[in-house]
């Protein structure tokens, strides 16, 4: 990811002190930080002081709905709070960097989407 990227963070961001929450944000890349509040997360605001660019419940990209929670629908979905327990149920799919490496390619989470096979189940 570069420093002009849009990226999105499914939630459950940092879990620890506010403050600590803010410096980790400043050390990843990305032009624009969006975050879909996770169970863990802070409120909007405090999300908003630490750093990000905007903060959602749940945001329609591309055609996907992205939220941190799975749920059962026939929309494509992508969610993360499941963490490795499932790769992917129809069209909801985990993108949790807990489940990265079982993934099977080389490139960054970023990618990894692009890159696997989408057909329907």
């Known amino acids: 990811m570069g420093q002009r990227d849009t990226v999105y963070h499914l939630g459950d961001f940092a879990m620890g002190k506010a403050p600590d ?12 930080n969006i975050l879909i509040r996770g169970n863990h997360d802070r409120n909007a605001r405090q999300m908003l002081e630490a750093g990000f660019n905007e903060v959602h419940e749940k945001l329609e990209w591309n055609g996907w709905m992205l939220q941190h929670h799975p749920i059962a629908t026939n ?5 993360v709070h499941v963490h490795d327990k499932w790769k992917r149920i ?12 079982s993934w099977n390619t080389t490139t960054t989470p970023g990618r990894r989407l692009g890159q ?6």
Not at 90 to 101: A, K, Q, R
Not at 116 to 121: A, E, G, I, M, P
């Open 116 to 121: 696997c096979d989408l057909s329907r189940n």
């Open 90 to 101: 129809g069209w909801v799919i985990n993108v949790s960097v807990d489940d990265f490496y």
């Open 21 to 32: 929450a803010s410096a980790f944000l400043r050390k990843l890349n990305g032009g624009k």
């Open 75 to 79: 929309r494509k979905l992508l969610c």
